[in-house]
């Protein structure tokens, strides 16, 4: 499947038939209190929802957080770290963003409840379909007989939905998971020693390497490695910020090798006909929203050193853009 050409962007923003509609709910959510109450109203309904698909939210929530995971953030927390301003503010309805317990404990469920909505038949495996359809397409796009994937660096890891999938794909890679969140990372680390016991030591299978850093600023040698992964970073990222993560994965990767990119498509339909008033409450949980849609990714890209990219859709929703380093 090809992308679709027409910009939805300007419609989303421009649109005037709702606007009396969007200027209410922006007025709302400019009122503190009545921000918060709307917000725990909608978080509850999430949650609901969530737990009627079979998504238990609050059990598996409250199991992660019963772990001693303080340990390991503090194992992984790099104390000199300087976050980048733009981190520091409120995601997904978190007031902490994504520096915090709640959020940290919450990503995996939350994960499935959203990505459950993207195929109405694939219901709470939705988020494995995604992580999926995108890795066929790095299969697909990328020839290995030229220059085989030995090293892959997962950049804005999370608690290591991305990571742990490419690895399963990519057994005998040297894995490494990069994030600015300490709470994420703990997170990831758990879940790892819990597969490295299923798996009982593979000879094969080198162990994943976490790393709490800036995607901008790895800490990583130049020319280490040969795919780069962004999966569903970039709409978290002002497009200044994703330009300097592209330049900083140019210079990781050795030439030939590629960034592989899994995000929101503004140019899918489904937004083009989202009401704006609906956009705009989205836009209250993602602040860089509207600055990820009007980036010209395919332009960034090849300023940052790559070759134009390719564009496929992997799902109504989603992209996957692959650019080889010149
Ligand atoms: C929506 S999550 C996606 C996580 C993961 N890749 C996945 O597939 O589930 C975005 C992640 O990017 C991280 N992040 C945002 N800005 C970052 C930056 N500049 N450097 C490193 N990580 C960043 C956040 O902490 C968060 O974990």
Redesign the pocket.
Known sequence: MTVATQSSTTQLSNSSQLRPITGLVNFLLSIKPLASFAKSRARKMMIDRAEAMGVYWRQEAAFLSEQNLEALRQKIENPALVY?DY?LTSFHAYEEG?LGWLPATE?EVA?RAVHAKIWPEAKERGDRKLRDSFLDIVDRRIDQTQQPITAIV??????G??TFRIHDRYPTAQMTG????SY?LAVAMYRDAERQAERQAEPNTPDIRWIH????ATTLDDNCCDLVTL???CH??PAE?SCD?FREARRILRSGGHLAIMEMNPKSEIYAQMPPYVFTLLKSTEPYLDSYFNLDLEQALIDAGFNPPTIDCNSPRHRTVIARAS
């Not at 997962?154 to 608690?159: I, T, Y």
């Not at 990069?178 to 969140?181: E, V, Y």
């Not at 850093?213 to 901008?216: G, I, Y």
């Open positions: 980048p981190y994504n990503v994960a997962d950049l804005g890891c999370s608690v939905l991305s990069i994030d600015l969140s994420f850093a800036a995607a901008e999966f569903l970073v978290e990222l910020a993560v």
